[in-house]
């Protein structure tokens, strides 16, 4: 009896010892090669990603090719140009050195890695990278940049230059024709180029002490003041659309209640242009920590004796 009742306490039978699990592999490290890997798997998924813009799983994909092909120069550039479209500068260029100092012709390579250069602020090293670049193979988006730098640095003459061969490539590309006016202008302004001879007419020295007026009203954050210069018909276009004079009025309202405004204009240009008075100058403007330096246009036309901005346009130098 003790046998049947100790047989039917545990269920009857044979008792059976369970078997323990195995403990499951542990799951790879993040950037950590798996079991079957290979380059060539490993590189078109992250070709793939790259293509659909998920740059953080392509910059993933290259690292792992790089363990396998650390001598290769296209896994380098693959790598860097992930890292420039993620906005990691730093280890973008960290990517396109060592593509240069495994294929030192590679166009391409130093192409993006003056690029990248220019983006950190080195811009007499991203000359350099984009003269060398241009060297070992003509491209017109290479030499658009280089013109671009030369704009930063100061030098509109080289900057002009390459933009007049960019030009002659691409005549149909507006874009570059507008970049080559506006070095053309400016290097005008500055005395190195064709400019009128003679003494400026007097409506321009009226015009002047309008423009002097209007950047008072806007440094002293007097936004009545302010709006007067601008016309009933105002409108700013730009990267965030159309502002009516309203909504000018209110975008400005909150960029004067931010502290102190100081702006600096040079190299005045002024011109008559389809009915139009063109006021172009290069514009230096701070509040608090921030800065901006650019190539500031008026459109402007005379309404009942009094100078109105109808339209205005603005492009970082």
Known sequence: ??????????????????????????????GALAPGDTAERLFAEAKLAHANGDYAKAVEGYRKVARLRPDDSHVQYNLGSALFSEGKYQEALAAFDRAVALDPNSAEAHHFRGATLEKLGRDQEAIDALKRSLELKESYKARWLLGVVYEKVGDYASAVQEFERVAQAQPENEKIGQYLEEARMILAMKGGGDRPAGPEAPAHQRERAWLEQWRQAWESRDLDRYMSFYSEAFVARGPKGARDKAAWRAHKAKKFRRGKIHVRISDVRIEEK??????SF????????????GLKKLFVRDEGGKLRIVSEEWRRL
């Open 1 to 30: 009896e003790g046998t049947a009742a100790g047989e039917e306490a545990s269920g009857g039978g044979e008792i059976r010892e369970e078997a323990i699990p195995e403990r499951p592999a542990p799951a790879p490290a993040p």
């Open 274 to 279: 389809e009915g139009l008075i063109v006021i």
């Open 282 to 293: 290069v514009q230096d403007y701070r509040r608090g920590g921030y800065h901006d330096h």
